[in-house]
């Protein structure tokens, strides 16, 4: 952080080179290529680590005590390792990193070698001793069977008949998609796949999907679609989309936690949130059902829909009995 | 650059290249001239270099090495011991160096060779040093591999992958391309980590916390016991100093940095703790013991008739059985559908729609009336 950049190389080429000598002792004749490869460094990076290696060693540092090896071709074997012949411990942060992302590949659902996972969690947590006992629980939600049942699909490369429930228009369809992925993301499964319908890649929620055909037709998901990007969440509103701005009680505040919000701006007590919605019919259900604390402030037509919306509900309460089948679509 | 070359003509004297004939690109290979000694030499050694000399040096010896021991013999640390100036600049250079591989993780250990040195010593014990052996079959590996894959922040991201090169050092053959067919991504909060080590170093920690309900953050003093992810959401568990209670956190809400005040070891996570269940609990998630009826407009209302335990078409609409554990959540739920739902029952679920509805239509009056400010 405080530390100059020059620091920072320095103490990563060190860890490099303290890792470097017991990697080649484990790989006797190890091509250099490889190696850097497998380090992740240049070839040429390599080799000015080992020649810097070849001049440290023992007190003494007479040719017997400096670290040696011996080269055959582009082959590299070390024959003497001055006493660095096991890679330093893990750290807290490494240990932490990859004991807890074992752990939570252990609870994603729908993966099928856990057992691997579970040995090899406990295995890093024996070497790393007491920096594992890491106080950290991992419980994801999720059907298995579901997510399993949609992995396989995804393997078996056949396209899916699927009946999906779509929240932002509050209908489930049927469609036909080519699945080509099966993804985790803040504890939820999804399988993102090329929509026939829509003619476009989609996320679904794998909660959200009914049922679940596999067809006899191969999947073909169309040469030029690349997965999405999720490192910034699933749901990203597109800059096209309708804006609404609702005047936000305290108590419905948390909705700015629960959607990406494009602006939200104090006023008084209360809050001003604008965000993009797929559809306006949406926005009238989240506002309905949010409550006397949050109205709209645009659009108008928005706004507009809620009280209409309202005036047809109470007006069915207010006759005993009447059929709410008798109140026409509404809002459409 | 220049130096090194001739440190290695030093080493073999007139000798060739390691690669004896394949230099490093670009470089060019300088002899030692003659009259150069190995000590003039030294001085110009790169501080890695130096590093790694006295990593191998601290590993070889039994007996603590003070400063003025290692100086003498790791090339690098060469000084004049009774000029001032020198001496303190060898100092600072040797305190630079041991905290450089503290913070690499080296256990440094500290000491006296015998009872009658005033000067601490130095070594690092190999058993400590080394990464025991693991041996992981094949698909464990694989495991590991797609594990160390798993973040997308940052700092865990680099904590995973510097780990997984001390396995591949360990001779372990990680492929890095292994798949699941299931991708898991998680991203963590920034106060993850720092509230991590404090939970396990049983450190008070202070951090400035804001729910969205206030509005300006409150500063909090807890006794930190774990930290826990649950529904994709990641939150800490422990001991509330100003309430007195246990409570949870989400980490989301945290604001600013956590620190840490007071000695590690400071306190004792209760003995059956479940890091799980008090976050579960205090999410306040209940059994849909309770069950309302309520009429839907024929084909609307697809996302109840999901969750709806019955469903069955009548002269005035579907009526759809749904389970529910608060009455008020539900009918939030509810008013969201509209004229598309009505209750029939329970009252206490009628009602409270009706109350909401209610309101909702006074503030939507309110402000058309007012041209949207209330």
């Given at each position: 952080?405080?530390?100059?950049?020059?620091?920072?190389?320095?103490?990563?080429?060190?860890?490099?080179?303290?890792?470097?000598?017991?990697?080649?002792?484990?790989?006797?004749?190890?091509?250099?290529?490889?190696?850097?490869?497998?380090?992740?460094?240049?070839?040429?990076?390599?080799?000015?680590?080992?020649?810097?290696?070849?001049?440290?060693?023992?007190?003494?540092?007479?040719?017997?005590?400096?670290?040696?090896?011996?080269?055959?071709?582009?082959?590299?074997?070390?024959?003497?390792?001055?006493?660095?012949?096991?890679?330093?411990?893990?750290t807290q942060d490494e240990a932490l990193a990859l004991v807890v992302a074992l752990r939570l590949l252990a609870e994603t659902p729908g993966v099928d070698n856990r057992d691997a996972v579970e040995g090899a969690l406990a295995k890093i947590e024996d070497a790393a001793g007491d920096l594992a006992g890491a106080p950290v629980a991992v419980r994801l939600p999720g059907d298995g069977d579901?997510?399993?049942?949609?992995?396989?699909?995804?393997?078996?490369?056949?396209?899916?008949?699927?009946?999906?429930?779509?929240?932002?228009?509050?209908?489930?369809?049927?469609?036909?998609?080519?699945?080509?992925?099966?993804?985790?993301?803040?504890?939820?499964?999804?399988?993102?796949?090329?929509?026939?319908?829509?003619?476009?890649?989609?996320?679904?929620?794998?909660?959200?999907?009914?049922?679940?055909?596999?067809?006899?037709?191969?999947?073909?998901?169309?040469?030029?679609?690349?997965?999405?990007?999720?490192?910034?969440?699933?749901?990203?509103?597109?800059?096209?989309?309708?804006?609404?701005?609702?005047?936000?009680?305290?108590?419905?505040?948390?909705?700015?936690?629960?959607?990406?919000?494009?602006?939200?701006?104090?006023?008084?007590?209360?809050?001003?949130?604008?965000?993009?919605?797929?559809?306006?019919?949406?926005?009238?259900?989240l506002v309905l059902g949010l409550g006397p604390g949050v109205t709209v402030v645009s659009p108008a037509e928005l706004a507009e829909e809620v009280r209409a919306q309202v005036a047809l509900a109470l007006d069915a309460y207010s006759r005993p009995g009447a059929a709410a089948a008798a109140a026409p679509a509404a809002g459409q | 650059m220049r130096a090194r070359y001739r440190l290695r003509?030093?080493?073999?004297?007139?000798?060739?290249?390691?690669?004896?004939?394949?230099?490093?690109?670009?470089?060019?290979?300088?002899?030692?001239?003659?009259?150069?000694?190995?000590?003039?030499?030294?001085?110009?050694?790169?501080?890695?270099?130096?590093?790694?000399?006295?990593?191998?040096?601290?590993?070889?010896?039994?007996?603590?090495?003070?400063?003025?021991?290692?100086?003498?013999?790791?090339?690098?640390?060469?000084?004049?011991?009774?000029?001032?100036?020198?001496?303190?600049?060898?100092?600072?250079?040797?305190?630079?160096?041991?905290?450089?591989?503290?913070?690499?993780?080296?256990?440094?250990?500290?000491?006296?060779?015998?009872?009658?040195?005033?000067?601490?010593?130095?070594?690092?014990?190999?058993?400590?040093?080394?990464?025991?052996?693991?041996?992981?079959?094949?698909?464990?590996?694989?495991?590991?591999?797609?594990?160390?894959?798993?973040?997308?922040?940052?700092?865990?991201?680099?904590?995973?992958?510097?780990?997984?090169?001390?396995?591949?050092?360990?001779?372990?053959?990680?492929?890095?391309?292994?798949?699941?067919?299931?991708?898991?991504?998680?991203?963590?909060?920034?106060?993850?980590?720092?509230?991590?080590?404090?939970?396990?170093?049983?450190?008070?920690?202070?951090?400035?916390?804001?729910?969205?309900?206030?509005?300006?953050?409150?500063?909090?003093?807890?006794?930190?016991?774990?930290?826990?992810?649950?529904?994709?959401?990641?939150?800490?568990?422990?001991?509330?100093?100003?309430?007195?209670?246990?409570?949870?956190?989400?980490?989301?809400?945290?604001?600013?940095?956590?620190?840490?005040?007071?000695?590690?070891?400071?306190?004792?996570?209760?003995?059956?703790?479940?890091?799980?269940?008090?976050?579960?609990?205090?999410?306040?998630?209940?059994?849909?013991?309770?069950?309302?009826?309520?009429?839907?407009?024929?084909?609307?209302?697809?996302?109840?008739?999901?969750?709806?335990?019955?469903?069955?078409?009548?002269?005035?609409?579907?009526?759809?059985?749904?389970?529910?554990?608060?009455?008020?959540?539900?009918?939030?739920?509810?008013?969201?559908?509209?004229?598309?739902?009505?209750?029939?029952?329970?009252?206490?679920?009628?009602?409270?729609?009706?109350?909401?509805?209610?309101?909702?239509?006074?503030?939507?009056?309110?402000?058309?009336?007012?041209?949207?400010?209330?």
């Amino acid at each position: 952080m405080s530390r100059p950049n020059g620091s920072r190389a320095s103490a990563d080429r060190l860890a490099r080179l303290l890792n470097l000598v017991p990697y080649l002792l484990a790989r006797p004749g190890i091509e250099i290529a490889e190696a850097a490869g497998d380090l992740g460094v240049t070839e040429r990076q390599l080799r000015e680590d080992l020649e810097l290696l070849w001049v440290c060693g023992l007190p003494g540092y007479g040719p017997g005590d400096l670290i040696d090896m011996a080269f055959d071709g582009d082959r590299v074997t070390i024959t003497y390792d001055a006493g660095i012949d096991r890679p330093l411990r893990l750290t807290q942060d490494e240990a932490l990193a990859l004991v807890v992302a074992l752990r939570l590949l252990a609870e994603t659902p729908g993966v099928d070698n856990r057992d691997a996972v579970e040995g090899a969690l406990a295995k890093i947590e024996d070497a790393a001793g007491d920096l594992a006992g890491a106080p950290v629980a991992v419980r994801l939600p999720g059907d298995g069977d579901r997510v399993h049942r949609l992995r396989a699909a995804v393997q078996s490369g056949r396209a899916l008949r699927i009946t999906y429930y779509t929240a932002a228009r509050d209908e489930t369809t049927e469609r036909t998609v080519d699945p080509l992925r099966v993804l985790m993301v803040g504890g939820r499964a999804y399988l993102e796949a090329w929509c026939r319908r829509a003619e476009g890649m989609r996320m679904f929620r794998a909660d959200r999907i009914d049922e679940c055909l596999e067809l006899d037709e191969p999947a073909t998901v169309p040469p030029h679609v690349r997965p999405q990007d999720v490192s910034a969440g699933v749901f990203r509103p597109a800059p096209d989309l309708p804006l609404i701005t609702l005047r936000v009680g305290r108590g419905a505040r948390w909705i700015t936690e629960y959607y990406p919000c494009e602006q939200v701006r104090p006023d008084g007590d209360q809050w001003l949130v604008s965000l993009r919605v797929t559809d306006l019919a949406w926005a009238r259900r989240l506002v309905l059902g949010l409550g006397p604390g949050v109205t709209v402030v645009s659009p108008a037509e928005l706004a507009e829909e809620v009280r209409a919306q309202v005036a047809l509900a109470l007006d069915a309460y207010s006759r005993p009995g009447a059929a709410a089948a008798a109140a026409p679509a509404a809002g459409q | 650059m220049r130096a090194r070359y001739r440190l290695r003509a030093v080493r073999h004297g007139q000798g060739p290249s390691p690669y004896s004939g394949a230099p490093v690109a670009g470089a060019a290979w300088v002899p030692a001239s003659a009259g150069t000694t190995a000590s003039v030499l030294r001085v110009s050694r790169s501080r890695t270099e130096r590093l790694v000399n006295l990593v191998i040096c601290l590993l070889s010896t039994r007996r603590f090495l003070t400063a003025a021991q290692i100086a003498a013999t790791v090339p690098g640390y060469e000084h004049d011991a009774d000029d001032p100036r020198d001496h303190e600049a060898f100092q600072r250079k040797f305190e630079r160096d041991k905290a450089e591989l503290r913070e690499l993780g080296v256990p440094l250990e500290t000491g006296t060779a015998s009872a009658f040195d005033t000067e601490p010593g130095y070594r690092i014990a190999h058993r400590e040093y080394a990464l025991p052996d693991i041996r992981l079959e094949p698909d464990e590996t694989a495991a590991v591999g797609i594990a160390a894959r798993l973040w997308q922040h940052a700092g865990l991201a680099a904590a995973a992958s510097s780990g997984l090169a001390k396995l591949r050092a360990g001779g372990i053959d990680v492929d890095s391309r292994a798949t699941l067919a299931l991708e898991p991504v998680v991203t963590v909060d920034p106060a993850f980590a720092p509230l991590t080590t404090a939970a396990r170093e049983r450190r008070e920690v202070r951090f400035d916390y804001r729910v969205p309900a206030e509005d300006v953050a409150t500063s909090r003093r807890l006794q930190p016991w774990g930290v826990a992810c649950w529904r994709g959401r990641w939150y800490v568990v422990g001991h509330d100093l100003d309430r007195d209670a246990t409570r949870c956190f989400r980490l989301s809400r945290v604001t600013g940095a956590v620190r840490c005040v007071g000695p590690a070891g400071a306190y004792a996570p209760p003995a059956d703790l479940d890091l799980i269940s008090h976050v579960a609990r205090w999410s306040g998630e209940r059994e849909p013991a309770a069950r309302a009826v309520v009429l839907a407009v024929p084909g609307r209302a697809a996302g109840l008739r999901r969750w709806a335990l019955h469903s069955e078409p009548g002269r005035h609409g579907d009526r759809l059985v749904l389970p529910y554990s608060d009455a008020e959540a539900l009918a939030g739920q509810l008013v969201g559908y509209g004229a598309d739902v009505q209750v029939l029952e329970p009252p206490e679920v009628r009602d409270a729609v009706i109350q909401r509805l209610k309101e909702i239509a006074v503030r939507h009056d309110e402000l058309a009336a007012t041209g949207g400010r209330l």
